[in-house]
């Protein structure tokens, strides 16, 4: 499947070169206009990261976040600095269809567990976005990517999976903003390790290459950003490199 995405700071739509506030890039775009492109095209779920929230989850972008709902009738998946059960609860109220958890599924794993079971799998996507390291442990950092949590990806994966995790959104940080293609050798690893969770892609892709690799890999989708947003290809065209992509929400 193809999930087209788009990153939002301020209201503005932006790209982070390897999750570096530091390092944007500020596209002049409606958001809201952007993602309607992108579901006129055939997409059948899109993919909204609040970075405003993920630095400062005191300034999460809830009411942009509604109106770009609101505007829109393709399933939306929402991240960005979620950290209580009534932001979950707020997302899912406004018609989100499923909110994105990433660092509190690092620091409180028990909480999140409990939204796993009292939402559904459907509802609750981990974002687990991992360094790796020489010794080719994939890490996963926190806080929008401002720090390093200290535990791997296949350990949050064996933490969460008894309590029924089917979504999980993986990226490779050094490839993020990058477009030197996915790191198609890490979703081949977990696709065979972990065949019963629908891993989403992310970070590197600026051909219709890499997206059939990421296809090939076993990955259930891939999320696509800046290559869309500087036009290197269409979600249309993507779609026909993914042909199961028009079958609906299966990710």
């Not at 399933?75 to 997302?91: C, D, F, K, T, W």
């Not at 990421?214 to 800046?226: E, L």
Request: hydrophobic letters at 40%; proline letters at 3%.
């Amino acid at each position: 499947m193809i999930i087209p995405a788009i990153d939002l700071i301020d209201g503005q739509v932006v790209r982070l070169y390897q999750g570096d506030y530091a390092q944007q890039t500020t596209f002049n775009l409606s958001p809201l206009e952007q993602l309607q492109s992108y579901q006129a095209q055939g997409a059948n779920l899109l993919h909204i990261v609040d970075l405003t929230g993920a630095k400062d989850p005191n300034k999460r972008q809830t009411a942009l976040i509604k109106t770009l709902v609101d505007g829109l009738h393709t399933q939306i998946q929402v991240g960005g600095g979620i950290r209580s059960e009534a932001q979950v609860a707020e997302l899912l109220d406004l018609g989100v269809s499923r909110v994105v958890i990433g660092s509190l599924a690092v620091s409180q794993p028990e909480l999140v567990q409990s939204w796993l079971k009292k939402y559904g799998a459907d509802a609750i996507c981990l974002a687990l976005d991992v360094n790796i390291n020489e010794q080719g442990e994939k890490i996963v950092a926190v806080s929008g990517w401002q720090s390093g949590g200290g535990k791997t990806l296949e350990s949050l994966v064996d933490q969460f999976s008894p309590f029924g995790l089917k979504h999980a959104l993986v990226t490779d940080i050094s490839k993020d903003g990058t477009l030197t293609g996915a790191n198609t050798a890490l979703y081949t690893d977990i696709a065979q390790r972990y065949p019963h969770i629908q891993w989403q892609a992310s970070g590197g892709i600026a051909t219709l290459n890499d997206v059939a690799a990421v296809r090939d890999s076993g990955a259930c989708g891939i999320i696509i950003g800046k290559a869309l947003l500087i036009e290197a290809f269409d979600v249309t065209e993507a779609i026909n490199c993914w042909p199961n992509a028009k079958e609906g929400m299966s990710c």
